[in-house]
């Protein structure tokens, strides 16, 4: 069974604080993703990767970094976690080929005071 | 930045019903249409695509309905069951380019 794990369900931070977001996938997939969500907002795309150390910003890139040092782990980073960064955080992987299925991970809930 | 505009946000439909959720896209080279399938505490999974090769693509009690000239695309769900109460994402994209997400239809089936 495919599966994408995210280290943590429900995360709390203070502003100022530097936080990571560990994903990893064991699908040897090419790709991988962060998404946001917000109520009313979607899906929004923070950075994906193609390949292991490339890195591509998305829709939403400020105030976030990414890591991949290996085939099967993204992670995102905020250097310095804000209060609007409050959020549901979404990892997703997918093969290199055109239309191919993203699998999501169950997401992390974080929570910026 | 291209968008998919999807509507309604949320949707109540009495079990037995049809639940019809409608997005519309700008970018004319957009050619893969998935919808996503979101229940509460989970990521959104991949429930039916279709390619505009085709206008119509059925799985079980799912549709999608493909409008190329009207640049819109719909997932119509034929007797809505409680179990169908989820977030529904649309999306779209070319080739291997990113998906773009629409906003998301939160769906309710009453008894």
């Known amino acids: 069974d495919v599966k994408v794990t995210q280290s943590s369900r429900y995360l709390v931070k203070r502003t100022g604080e530097k936080v990571f977001l560990e994903c990893v996938q064991d699908?040897?997939?090419?790709?991988m993703f962060w998404y946001r969500q917000d109520p009313g907002l979607g899906l929004r795309l923070i950075y994906f990767?193609?390949?292991?150390?490339?890195?591509e910003k998305g829709d939403i890139p400020e105030g976030y970094s990414v890591s991949r040092e290996k085939k099967e782990r993204f992670s995102l980073i905020l250097e310095s976690a804000s209060t609007n960064q409050t959020s549901m955080y979404l990892c997703?992987?997918?093969?290199?080929?055109?239309?191919?299925?993203?699998?999501f991970g169950p997401g992390t809930r974080l929570t910026v005071l | 930045q291209q968008q998919v505009k999807q509507s309604p946000q949320s949707l109540i439909v009495q079990k037995g019903g049809i639940s019809i959720i409608n997005c519309a896209y700008e970018?004319?080279?957009?050619?893969?249409f998935p919808w996503y399938q979101q229940f509460p505490g989970k990521g959104p999974a991949l429930l039916i695509a279709?390619?505009?090769?085709?206008s119509e693509k059925k799985e079980g009690r799912f549709t999608i309905s493909f409008n190329k000239s009207a640049k819109q695309f719909s997932l119509h769900i034929m007797d809505s069951q409680p179990g169908d109460s989820a977030t529904y994402f649309c999306?779209?994209?070319?080739?291997?380019?990113?998906?773009?997400f629409g906003t998301g239809t939160r769906l309710t089936i009453i008894p």
């Open positions: 699908m040897d997939h090419e790709n």
């Open positions: 999306a779209s994209n070319f080739g291997n380019e990113k998906l773009t």
């Open positions: 990767s193609y390949d292991v150390k490339m890195k």
């Open positions: 279709i390619r505009p090769d085709v």
């Open positions: 997703a992987s997918s093969f290199w080929a055109s239309y191919n299925e993203q699998f």
């Open positions: 970018n004319t080279a957009f050619d893969y």
